[in-house]
């Protein structure tokens, strides 16, 4: 079981920003930038493109609305998504506000917020949600 499917099942607390029957999406503990959120599918898979159509089509339509409302809560150019991978060996999307290509440097080393200010970055988030 992948340290995302513990999230999933509430095994492990997290920052949920949206849950559908297939997805789930919260908050980065770590993030590169406030309003980092990562879009996992609930089924466990490693690799993303190993993902079904289904899913592949589906996981954009769940992400639409949060990163509209990460647009909304953060001042940013846009909402980037990136899949990279290499952390958890469990199929996910990063969606973050950024104002250049360089915000989604993933080598940069993470913010460390406070659980302050990580419940004032999903409400902040949440509040947009529709």
Do not use: W
């Amino acid at each position: 079981m992948t340290i995302f499917s513990k999230i999933i099942s509430q095994e492990i607390p997290s920052y949920q920003i949206a849950e559908s029957e297939k997805f789930y999406a919260f908050l980065d503990i770590f993030p590169l930038v406030k309003g980092h959120v990562l879009v996992v599918p609930k089924i466990e898979t490693d690799l993303f493109f190993n993902l079904t159509n289904d899913y592949l089509s589906e996981i954009l339509l769940f992400a639409q609305p949060i990163a509209k409302a990460i647009e909304k809560a953060f001042p940013c150019n846009r909402c980037g998504i990136s899949v990279i991978g290499l952390e958890v060996p469990h199929a996910h999307l990063h969606l973050l506000p950024i104002n250049s290509a360089d915000d989604m440097n993933f080598t940069r080393e993470k913010l460390k917020l406070s659980t302050i200010e990580l419940k004032e970055v999903q409400q902040a988030i949440c509040q947009f949600l529709v």
